[in-house]
C-alpha cells in the first residue's frame, strides 16, 4: 500500500473537547458511514484504574464522540464494547470510571463482548487460523478509541492495540508470547473504519500501560488508517516507528501504511518522550527486547 | 493435630494452605466450600482426603480440632460462631466480622465454648514490625503522641476476580483491618474516640474507595488511618511519632528507620544504607516477593502452639472485635459526620446480648 493515509493531530483538553474532536474528524473526511445500521465503538478499559491516570478512556472524550455520532448519524445503533480480562470486570468498570452514564445519556448501549455470543471466523493470520468474532461486530462502522500510552511488552499501545481487547477469553495474557502477531490478527478480524486516540491524558514509563505517569499532553488524533496514526503516535512517543513490531507487520499484511500525511495546525510534531527519564526508557526497550527474544 | 480448612478461594491457596502444609504435626483433614469443584481442585492439589461443599459437614467431624475460616469476610462470623458451638479451635482471616455485634458473638462464643480464637493480622510478623514493637514497648520513643498510617493497595483485582469484596465497606474492611490493627498494636492503648472523613471518591461506586479515620487514643495519643483502593500503589507505610523519637515503619518492603531529636543526614544516611540491604537481602532470599504471605506459617506455628499449651493465641478475638469495632465506628462517622465513641459502640453490643 504506497497511498499516503491522512492522520489529523488537534490540541485538545476536556473543557473543550468537543469542537476538537469535530474538528480532528472533519481534517481526515469525516465518517464514512454510508448503508452502516450500526457503530461499534471499542474503549480503553486496562485495568482499575480512575481516567485521571491517563489508563483508560476518559468519560468525556467518551462523551464528546456519543455526542458527534448523535447530532451527525442520530438513527444509527451505537454499542460500547469492550472485554473482560484478567485485570478487568468490564461490567463493573464502566459504572466505576463513568463510562456507563455517558452512554445512557446519548443511548448507547453496552455489549460486553467476553459475554457475547460469538461465531469462528476464519482469518489465516500470523498466529490464529480462526478467532472468536462476537456477534455485535456484524455489519458494523467500528471505531476503536484508543488512549495513547507507553506498554512494557510493546513499547506503545495506540489503535492497532486496543483490537487485543475485541478477543473474548478472560485470560488473554497468554498470548503475550505472541502478542505482535495476535495484535496483527485481531485487526484483520476486526480491523477499525476510524480511530480517534484519547491523548489528552497520555501515559509514560515504563510502568504502562496501567500504572506509568500521567502527562497532559492535550491531544486528539484521528484517522481512518490504525497503522498510520499508530506510526504518528509512535513518533510521538519517541519511538521509531519501525521497531514497533505490530506496527511493521500490521504494515506488511496490508492493514495499513506507515507512510501518512499529517494534518495539523501543530508545527512541529509534538512530542512527549521528554516528560519521562531515559533510565525508564532504556527499562521498556529492554522489556520489549525481552519479549521478542521469549516469543521465538 | 487434624484441621480443616473452609473456604478455597485465593487466600486459602496462596496462604493458609501451604503454610499448613509445611507445618510437620499437621494434618489437612478437609476442605470445605459452597463451590465443591473449587473445594475439589484444592483438595486436589494438597492432597486433602474429605471435601464438603458444606462447611457444617465439616464441623460434624470430631477429629477435627481447629478450622482455618478462609471463606467471603460476610461469612466470618457465621462460620466462626458455629465452629465454636462444634468446639473447634478458630483461625480466621481478617476482618473477624463486618460489625459490631457478629464480633461480639463470636468472641462470646468461643469464650463459652472454651476454645481459641485467633484474627489473621500477618503484617505483624514482618521483622520491621516486630522491632518497631519492640522499640515502642522498650520506651525508646517516649510517650506516643501521633501515628500517621498510609495503607493504599490496588483494586483487589490484582488479586482475585471475585466481587463480593466491592462491598460498602470496600477498601476499609479489604486492606483496611490491617492498618488499623498495626496502629492499635502499636500504641498499647484503647481507642476512645473515631472520626471519619473520605468515602466514594469516583461518586460512582457505592463502596467506600478512600477514607481517613481519625482516632483518639486513651493514652491522649492521636492516630490518621489512611485507607485507599485509587493510587495504583502498594504502600503501606506507618510513622510513629514519641516524645523521646521518631520511627518509620515501612510495612512492605520490611524496613524500619528511626531517629531522636533533629534529623540529621547522618541518619538520612543510615536509613538508606539499611532500607538498600534489607531490600537487597529479602530480594535474594525472595521473601520481597511472597511480601505478607511469608507470614502465614509463623501465625499458624503460634497458633497451634496457644492450643498445644494453652496459652493466649498470637492474636486474640478481643483485637479483632477492636478492629472491628473501629471500622464500623468510621462507617457511622462518615453517614452521620460526627465522632463515634467506641466503648459506647461495644458497651451497646454486650448490653443488648446481656440483657
Excluded at chain 2, 536509613?271 to 530480594?283: A, E, L, Q
Amino acid at each position: 500500500m504506497t497511498m499516503k493515509s491522512k492522520v489529523s493531530i488537534v490540541k485538545a483538553s476536556y473543557d473543550n473537547i468537543y469542537r476538537n474532536l469535530s474538528k480532528a474528524i472533519d481534517l481526515v473526511g469525516g465518517l464514512d458511514i454510508a448503508d452502516k445500521k450500526k457503530i461499534v465503538i471499542k474503549v480503553n478499559l486496562c485495568d482499575a484504574r480512575p481516567p485521571s491516570t491517563g489508563a483508560i478512556t476518559h468519560p468525556k472524550f467518551l462523551d464528546a464522540v456519543l455526542r458527534y455520532l448523535r447530532e451527525n448519524f442520530n438513527e444509527l445503533e451505537i454499542y460500547v464494547v469492550e472485554s473482560d480480562a484478567r485485570m478487568v470486570l468490564a461490567d463493573l468498570y464502566i459504572r466505576w470510571f463513568g463510562l456507563l452514564s455517558v452512554m445512557e445519556k446519548w443511548g448507547a448501549k453496552w455489549c460486553n463482548l467476553s459475554k457475547d455470543k460469538v461465531v469462528k471466523k476464519k482469518i489465516n493470520g500470523l498466529y490464529f487460523k480462526e478467532i472468536d468474532f462476537p456477534q455485535v461486530f456484524e455489519d458494523c462502522y467500528f471505531i476503536t478509541l484508543p488512549k495513547l500510552k507507553t506498554n512494557i511488552l510493546t513499547k506503545m499501545t495506540c489503535c492497532l492495540k486496543n483490537q487485543f481487547g475485541c478477543l473474548t477469553t478472560v485470560n488473554k495474557a497468554r498470548y503475550h508470547r505472541w502478542i505482535h502477531d495476535v495484535i496483527v490478527d485481531v485487526n484483520k478480524a476486526f480491523k477499525p473504519d476510524f480511530c480517534i486516540v484519547d491523548g489528552i491524558i497520555s501515559m509514560v514509563g515504563c510502568k504502562g500501560p496501567a500504572f506509568g505517569m500521567p502527562v497532559k499532553s492535550e491531544l486528539l488524533l484521528a484517522g481512518k488508517d490504525p497503522v498510520a496514526v499508530d506510526t504518528v503516535c509512535a513518533k510521538i512517543m519517541g519511538f521509531r516507528p519501525s521497531t514497533i513490531g505490530y506496527i511493521r507487520k500490521a504494515e506488511k499484511v496490508g492493514i495499513g501504511s506507515m507512510t501518512c500525511e499529517i494534518v495539523s495546525e501543530i508545527n512541529p510534531l509534538p512530542r512527549i518522550d521528554s516528560k519521562w527519564s531515559k533510565v525508564e526508557l532504556l527499562m521498556l526497550k529492554l522489556a520489549s527486547y525481552l519479549q521478542k527474544r521469549a516469543s521465538k | 493435630m487434624r484441621v480443616g480448612v473452609i473456604g478455597c478461594g485465593t487466600i486459602a491457596r496462596r496462604a493458609h494452605l501451604p503454610a499448613l502444609k509445611s507445618i510437620d504435626h499437621v494434618e489437612i483433614w478437609a476442605v470445605a466450600d459452597v463451590n465443591r469443584k473449587a473445594a475439589e481442585r484444592v483438595a486436589k492439589k494438597f492432597n486433602i482426603p474429605n471435601v464438603y461443599a458444606d462447611y457444617k459437614d465439616l464441623l460434624k467431624d470430631e477429629t477435627i480440632e481447629a478450622v482455618s475460616i478462609c471463606a467471603p469476610s460476610f461469612s466470618h462470623a457465621e462460620i466462626a460462631v458455629e465452629s465454636a458451638k462444634a468446639g473447634k479451635h478458630i483461625l480466621v482471616e481478617k476482618p473477624l466480622a463486618m460489625n459490631v455485634k457478629d464480633a461480639v458473638k463470636v468472641v462470646k462464643s468461643a469464650k463459652e465454648h472454651n476454645v481459641k480464637l485467633c484474627c489473621v493480622f500477618n503484617y505483624r510478623y514482618f521483622p520491621a514490625a516486630q522491632k518497631a514493637k519492640e522499640i515502642i514497648t522498650n520506651g525508646n520513643l517516649g510517650d506516643i503522641v501521633s501515628i500517621y498510617g498510609i495503607a493504599h493497595t490496588h483494586f483487589p483485582i490484582s488479586w482475585t476476580r471475585s466481587t463480593w469484596l466491592y462491598h460498602k465497606g470496600g477498601a476499609l474492611d479489604d486492606f483496611g483491618p490491617h492498618l488499623i490493627d498495626m496502629i492499635c498494636w502499636l500504641n498499647e492503648s484503647e481507642v476512645e474516640e473515631v472520626f471519619a472523613l473520605g468515602g466514594d471518591f469516583l461518586g460512582t461506586t457505592n463502596f467506600i474507595n478512600y477514607i481517613q479515620i481519625l482516632m483518639k487514643f486513651k493514652n491522649r495519643s492521636l492516630a490518621v488511618a489512611d485507607i485507599s483502593w485509587l493510587t495504583g500503589s502498594f504502600l503501606f507505610v506507618i510513622d510513629v511519632h514519641g516524645t523521646g523519637g521518631h520511627l518509620r515503619l515501612d510495612v512492605r518492603y520490611n524496613h524500619l528507620e528511626k531517629f531522636h531529636g533533629m534529623r540529621t543526614p547522618l541518619d538520612d544516611f543510615r536509613s538508606f544504607r539499611t532500607r538498600m540491604t534489607t531490600i537487597t537481602k529479602d530480594v535474594i532470599s525472595k521473601k520481597f516477593f511472597r511480601g505478607a504471605l511469608a507470614f502465614y506459617k509463623q501465625i499458624y506455628e503460634d497458633f497451634i502452639l496457644s492450643i498445644e499449651k494453652g496459652i493466649k493465641p498470637p492474636i486474640t478475638g478481643e483485637e479483632g472485635l477492636r478492629v472491628t469495632a473501629i471500622s464500623e465506628a468510621a462507617k457511622i462517622s462518615l453517614a452521620e459526620n460526627r465522632p463515634v465513641n467506641i466503648s459506647d459502640l461495644i458497651k451497646n453490643y454486650l448490653d443488648k446480648r446481656d440483657g
